[in-house]
């Protein structure tokens, strides 16, 4: 009995030790790094390494093309479409490879420093203001439940736009002693609240005590236009109220050309700025449609070139980004967009989309000299990688100003309306 319990213990430490070094091993290591699916675009090639003895067939031979030898098996897709690539160790099937096959896609990288005018939807409420009335400190926007981050977008069910499309109402109402019906736009829904305005001692004019703001402005920088649609893509970040912190909803806007004027050189602790001024002619590029987590995003009315990178370059997918060396495109000085070196020090395939994708890192000595690393302003500028445009750079870290967060450029194209995964339309003969 102890002999059997004894000779059961030394085949199961044969076995776990066969496992182990079965695991370890570079035919197997080599079979658990082909991933279950790939993604390509049209006219793209990917290796894959493979054991010796395991041979790779596609099922369709319509959209991918294959080739291998003892080590490797490259992958050319030839066709938009979906296909199988089925792994056979001794004649069976070992393994499959979902292969997605898409349209062949490609961007111009921007890198240009522009104007951002934001026009937002209603009036927003940046803070409360104390009116002195005869009883005493009162703000009616307080008193009527309107909050810092609200938008006031109707009035006595009149959609206001504007600033000066308020003053009209508060006079009329205040005169009249009737309150105003309010319809505010706030995170969680629309309220309707009544507001009756109230007037400073001394003066004639009656008052909400609410400051509010109608657009906003700043600059940023470029990361691509899609030539076909002249869709762009800007910032790489949403562009938030300065004083509530709250995202701006847009109603309109526009982007202009912007010149660098100096650069407040960042250090620990302060991320430093692109300080910059917009174009004297002030001419409108383009709409702005929307902004998001990803950037601001619409469409060019004028052609834009950077002057160093003017061609259209294919897109990595966010699984396709490898950690090391890339470039950036964005400007310093003037007009004059120039490429500087940087490291993606690492990179997440992400599946679903999300705006730290990426972590980079400058190394360009350049750059470094001049700016200390990222600063604001510098948002949105493309990062491009073997000959492809991979994301875009988004925040600094504070306290450390030569590193910060890229976006991958899959998830603003998504956010632009432009659907890399659409079927190529037929040609006319």
Same mark, same amino acid.
């Given at each position: /009995?102890?002999?059997?319990?004894?000779?059961?213990?030394?085949?199961?430490?044969?076995?776990?030790?066969?496992?182990?070094?079965?695991?370890?091993?570079?035919?197997?290591?080599?079979?658990?790094?082909?991933?279950?699916?790939?993604?390509?675009?049209?006219?793209?090639?990917? +290796?894959?390494?493979?054991?010796? $003895?395991?041979?790779?067939?596609?099922?369709?031979?319509?959209?991918?093309?294959?080739?291998?030898?003892?080590?490797?098996?490259?992958?050319?897709?030839?066709?938009?479409?979906?296909?199988?690539?089925?792994?056979?160790?001794?004649?069976?099937?070992?393994?499959?490879?979902?292969?997605?096959?898409?349209?062949?896609?490609?961007?111009?990288?921007?890198?240009?420093? +522009?104007?951002?005018?934001?026009?937002?939807?209603?009036?927003?409420?940046?803070?409360?203001?104390?009116?002195?009335?005869? =009883?005493?400190?009162?703000?009616?926007?307080?008193?009527?439940?309107?909050?810092?981050?609200?938008?006031?977008?109707?009035?006595?069910?009149?959609?206001? =736009?504007? /600033?000066?499309?308020?003053?009209?109402?508060?006079?009329t109402a205040g005169q009249k002693?009737?309150?105003?019906?309010?319809?505010?736009?706030?995170?969680?829904?629309?309220?309707?609240?009544?507001?009756?305005?109230?007037?400073?001692?001394?003066?004639?004019?009656?008052?909400?005590?609410?400051?509010?703001?109608?657009?906003?402005?700043?600059?940023?920088? /470029?990361?691509?236009?899609?030539?076909?649609?002249?869709?762009?893509?800007?910032?790489?970040?949403?562009?938030?109220?300065?004083?509530?912190?709250? $995202? +701006?909803?847009?109603?309109?806007?526009?982007?202009?050309?912007?010149?660098?004027?100096? +650069?407040?050189?960042?250090?620990?602790?302060?991320?430093?700025?692109?300080?910059?001024?917009?174009?004297?002619?002030?001419?409108?590029?383009?709409d702005i449609q929307r902004n998001?987590?990803?950037?601001?995003?619409?469409?060019?009315?004028?052609?834009?070139?950077?002057?160093?990178?003017?061609?259209?370059?294919?897109?990595?997918?966010?699984?396709?980004?490898?950690?090391?060396?890339?470039?950036?495109?964005?400007?310093?000085?003037?007009?004059?967009?120039?490429?500087?070196?940087?490291?993606?020090?690492?990179?997440?395939?992400?599946?679903?989309?999300?705006?730290?994708?990426?972590?980079?890192?400058?190394?360009?000595?350049?750059?470094?000299?001049?700016?200390?690393?990222?600063?604001?302003? /510098?948002?949105?500028?493309?990062?491009?990688?073997?000959?492809?445009?991979?994301?875009?750079?988004?925040?600094?870290?504070?306290?450390?100003?030569?590193?910060?967060?890229?976006?991958?450029?899959?998830?603003?194209?998504?956010?632009?309306?432009i659907d890399i995964y659409e079927?190529?339309?037929?040609?006319?003969?």
């Open positions: /009995m102890l002999r059997h319990e004894l000779l059961r213990k030394i085949i199961g430490g044969i076995l776990l030790v066969s496992l182990v070094a079965i695991g370890f091993s570079k035919p197997f290591q080599d079979y658990l790094s082909i991933p279950k699916s790939v993604t390509l675009f049209e006219g793209e090639n990917l +290796i894959l390494q493979k054991s010796t $003895p395991v041979s790779a067939a596609v099922t369709a031979n319509s959209t991918l093309s294959i080739q291998q030898d003892d080590q490797t098996v490259s992958l050319q897709a030839k066709k938009y479409g979906k296909d199988e690539m089925l792994l056979e160790l001794a004649g069976f099937p070992i393994k499959k490879v979902d292969v997605d096959v898409l349209k062949d896609f490609k961007v111009i990288p921007g890198g240009q420093s +522009i104007g951002v005018k934001l026009n937002t939807v209603g009036v927003l409420v940046v803070g409360h203001h104390q009116v002195n009335t005869a =009883e005493g400190k009162k703000s009616p926007g307080e008193i009527a439940g309107i909050k810092v981050g609200d938008i006031i977008t109707k009035i006595n069910g009149q959609k206001i =736009e504007k /600033m000066s499309d308020v003053a009209p109402f508060v006079q002693g009737e309150p105003l019906n309010i319809e505010v736009s706030r995170e969680d829904g629309k309220i309707d609240t009544k507001l009756m305005p109230l007037k400073e001692a001394g003066e004639e004019n009656f008052k909400l005590g609410l400051y509010i703001r109608d657009s906003a402005a700043g600059i940023g920088t /470029m990361t691509f236009y899609h030539p076909e649609s002249k869709k762009y893509g800007a910032l790489g970040h949403v562009i938030s109220d300065m004083d509530t912190k709250k $995202p +701006i909803v847009v109603e309109d806007g526009q982007i202009v050309r912007s010149t660098v004027t100096s +650069i407040e050189k960042g250090s620990n602790g302060d991320p430093g700025e692109k300080l910059a001024r917009f174009s004297s002619d002030k001419e409108v590029i383009g998001s987590p990803f950037g601001i995003f619409g469409k060019l009315s004028k052609e834009i070139t950077n002057g160093i990178m003017d061609k259209a370059l294919p897109i990595a997918l966010s699984h396709q980004v490898k950690e090391g060396p890339a470039k950036i495109l964005t400007v310093v000085d003037n007009d004059q967009v120039k490429l500087f070196d940087i490291e993606i020090v690492s990179t997440i395939p992400q599946k679903f989309p999300a705006t730290k994708g990426m972590v980079i890192k400058v190394t360009d000595p350049e750059l470094l000299e001049k700016t200390g690393g990222i600063v604001q302003g /510098m948002s949105g500028s493309p990062i491009i990688q073997d000959d492809k445009v991979v994301g875009a750079v988004t925040h600094v870290f504070v306290n450390d100003p030569t590193s910060g967060y890229g976006v991958h450029i899959e998830w603003m194209l998504n956010e632009a309306g079927k190529p339309r037929e040609k006319a003969s």
